[in-house]
């Protein structure tokens, strides 16, 4: 499987998941099948930390995690108006998960998963988004009109309601 986008650079991953068994095979698998470059994050705030130091070009995330769920980071990254592919990871398929990967368009796969096809959706989801996208676009979205950044490029802020629900604990 080619794991590269069309600008010769490796397919650029955060994974996304409190169980640390999860995330090794996860790490294992973006390494030795799908030859990716990846980060692994435990909960919420990494999640946070990474998307506002790195660019992306997929995110597959865990739905229940400490500090904020997927679906909470999934919706805050639409409300953003980014077009970065979302797949949620998760042994949760209810209709709450369900409405917000409709929402959110996020893909949802079920635990536990063939790591094969996870990794091919990945390639594949990567493969869809336009050649300039992530670090390759940012080099051209100046917005002449005002010489602001464009809201995609701002970062990421959980509520603030989460972070101090979640430091009271």
Do not use: W
Not at 30 to 44: Q, W
Not at 94 to 101: F, K, L, N, Q, S
Not at 134 to 146: D, K, V, Y
């Amino acid at each position: 499987m080619s794991t590269t986008l069309p600008t010769e650079r490796p397919v650029k991953v955060l994974f996304a998941d409190d169980d640390e068994d999860t995330l090794a095979l996860l790490g294992r698998a973006a390494k030795y099948i799908g030859h990716f470059d990846y980060r692994l994050a435990h909960d919420g705030a990494e999640v946070e930390f990474l998307l506002n130091s790195e660019t992306f070009d997929v995110l597959c995330l865990d739905v229940e995690m400490p500090v904020a769920y997927g679906t909470t980071i999934a919706a805050e990254i639409r409300r953003m108006d980014s077009g970065i592919p979302i797949i949620f990871f998760t042994g949760r398929t209810g209709r709450e998960v369900r409405a917000t990967a409709h929402q959110t368009d996020a893909t949802v796969v079920t635990k536990p998963a063939e790591p094969g096809y996870l990794m091919e959706l990945i390639g594949n989801l990567a493969k869809a988004r336009s050649k300039f996208h992530g670090a390759e676009r940012r080099h051209m979205s100046l917005n002449t009109s005002q010489f602001k950044r464009r809201r995609t490029d701002a970062k990421l802020t959980l509520p603030e309601t989460l972070k101090r629900a979640t430091a009271s604990k």
